[in-house]
């Protein structure tokens, strides 16, 4: 297969659906040779509701000023899928992803259960990472932790960001019992490093530290580092801290040269992303992730300013919550339905608006991320917000490029 079959092929193994468990992902990394391969390299796993993104591209660019040659995996991809997986900052080529799938189709075909989307996407991720010699591995989770298919592999460190209710559906309707998924990457005394927690979460993650022997880091507020970040908002300099406090444990001589160098280098797409000089970008599609949107716009942009808010939604998110945290950032709304399945359509987001009865902010609805941003261009600044996958389809839009490249995961 070329480049464009072998992705095609990969998006078509999405309606296998999502499968939490390690026995097939085992299966797979163990037919590839890739638990073998895995030997003497050191891997970072983090787990969370949000800021998993951030923290893993915060230690990947640390540990490369450190000189260390590093692979990422993270999900899901903004644009193209080959964002999901790199090697020093270097997208992973479109003819080995269509090597390796080919190679990967072939051995899997009879396979029942078929491997997932993901479970392949991991294996081919750690495949290039061990081709190429990475000496670190940062593993961002797909969804949950315990089951999810990245905790088939041994970590040195696992880290856990803010845990909020969020994938419900799968991890469970409280904190309690989501912070126990999260929690499930911790390995038997492995060091663990976690973030600001609540009260619920924060009780999960000491019992099952202490039953696994695992020291147990926790990161405060007031650990944020004295350096300057490239990623706006106060959340980010508490992301940083549990990156550095990460990165450490792989590396104990890190100085702070290094430190620097990564956190004032690192790029991280869609979070508070000023595209242009108009048009910022977050992928808030959650309510926590709303609450430090709408701070850190509030901090960059003026306690008064409003935009043009285009916004776009999911059925599995509370996307009424994100409006009701957002609404006093907008001057308008404009709803579009973002390219997923799964997305809500513009007069249902407007519906949702109506019910929460706020007077005083205009609605429009557009068709898509290209045609919302053609209605908001008479607006002096511009919010595109709600989901991920508008944030990859506006950037696709402003950027022209590679088209964007619709993944229901």
Not at 32 to 49: M, P
Not at 182 to 204: H, L, N, R
Not at 312 to 340: C, N, Y
Request: hydrophobic residues 45%; glycine residues 8%; negative net charge.
């Amino acid at each position: 297969m070329d480049y464009k079959a072998a992705i095609e092929w990969l998006y078509g193994t999405q309606l296998f659906g999502i499968k939490l468990g390690l026995e097939n992902v085992r299966r797979l990394l163990d037919e590839l040779g890739l638990f073998d391969a895995l030997a003497g390299r050191k891997v970072i796993h983090v787990a969370g509701t949000n800021g998993k993104g951030s923290v893993c591209a915060m230690a990947d660019a640390m540990l490369r000023a450190a000189g260390k040659r590093c692979g990422l995996f993270t999900s899901p991809h903004l644009v193209s899928f080959r964002e999901r997986i790199r090697v020093n900052g270097e997208m992973m080529p479109e003819s080995v992803i269509a090597e390796t799938l080919t190679d990967l189709r072939e051995r899997i075909e009879d396979w029942d259960p078929h491997p997932t989307f993901f479970e392949i996407t991991l294996a081919l991720a750690v495949k290039h990472f061990c081709d190429r010699d990475c000496e670190v591995i940062v593993l961002e989770t797909g969804m949950g932790g315990r089951l999810d298919a990245t905790n088939a592999l041994d970590s040195d460190v696992a880290v856990i960001t803010p845990i909020g209710l969020d994938h419900t559906q799968w991890l469970g309707e409280t904190l309690t019992a989501i912070a126990g998924e999260k929690a499930g990457i911790i390995k038997a005394g492995k060091p663990v490093i976690s973030a600001p927690q609540t009260p619920e979460a924060a009780a999960v993650i000491d019992r099952e530290a202490e039953e696994k022997n695992a020291s147990l880091t926790w990161i405060r507020e007031s650990d944020a580092p004295a350096f300057s970040l490239s990623l706006p908002g106060a959340h980010q300099k508490t992301n940083a801290a549990v990156a550095i406090a990460a990165a450490k444990v792989i590396d104990p001589e890190l100085s702070d040269q290094a430190i620097a160098q990564g956190l004032a280098s690192v790029e991280w797409p869609a979070r508070f992303q000023r595209i242009t000089d108009r048009v910022t970008i977050d992928g808030a599609h959650n309510y926590e992730a709303s609450l430090r949107l709408a701070e850190t716009w509030r901090q960059e942009m003026g306690p008064d300013t409003r935009a043009a808010l285009i916004f776009g939604g999911v059925e599995t998110k509370d996307t009424s919550a994100v409006m009701q945290t957002l609404a006093p950032l907008a001057s308008r709304w404009i709803f579009v339905k973002v390219a997923s399945q799964r997305g809500l359509t513009s007069d249902h987001l407007e519906a949702k608006w109506n019910d929460l009865r706020i007077p005083g902010i205009p609605t429009e609805r557009a068709d898509n991320a290209a045609d919302a941003l053609e209605k908001a261009a008479d607006a002096e600044r511009v919010l595109v917000a709600g989901s991920l996958y508008l944030a990859g389809e506006a950037i696709a839009a402003i950027r022209g490029g590679p088209p964007f490249e619709v993944s229901e995961q």
